[in-house]
């Protein structure tokens, strides 16, 4: 079982593809942005065994890299990556 990085998961799109992503598949959602209250509130009722969230930004390098290679990362942002 892998685990995907969901990158905007609380976005129109993210949350919609995040909920997917755990109700047809056995995969493990990381969801992601920038905002941990977003996150928090957006994801309350989730199965913590099928997603957690992870707050991060897209522009970090760094951040991505430590998540390590059995990540599969799906980028689902707005117009506004990196303006901020
Ligand atoms: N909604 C639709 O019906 C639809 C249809 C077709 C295509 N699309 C495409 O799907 C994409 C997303 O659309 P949407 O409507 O879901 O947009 P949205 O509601 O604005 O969501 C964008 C998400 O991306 C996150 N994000 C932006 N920059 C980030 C960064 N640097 N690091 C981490 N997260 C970041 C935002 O969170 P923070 O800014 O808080 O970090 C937010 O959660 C767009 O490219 C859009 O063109 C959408």
Redesign the pocket.
Known sequence: MSRILL????????RAIAEAIVRTSSHVVLA????HD?LAAQFAGADPSRLQILP????DARALGELGDAVTILT???????T?
């Open positions: 990158l905007g998961a609380y976005g129109l799109a993210g992601s942005g920038r905002r977003r991060l930004d897209a522009t689902i942002l707005g117009g506004n990556l990196g901020q």
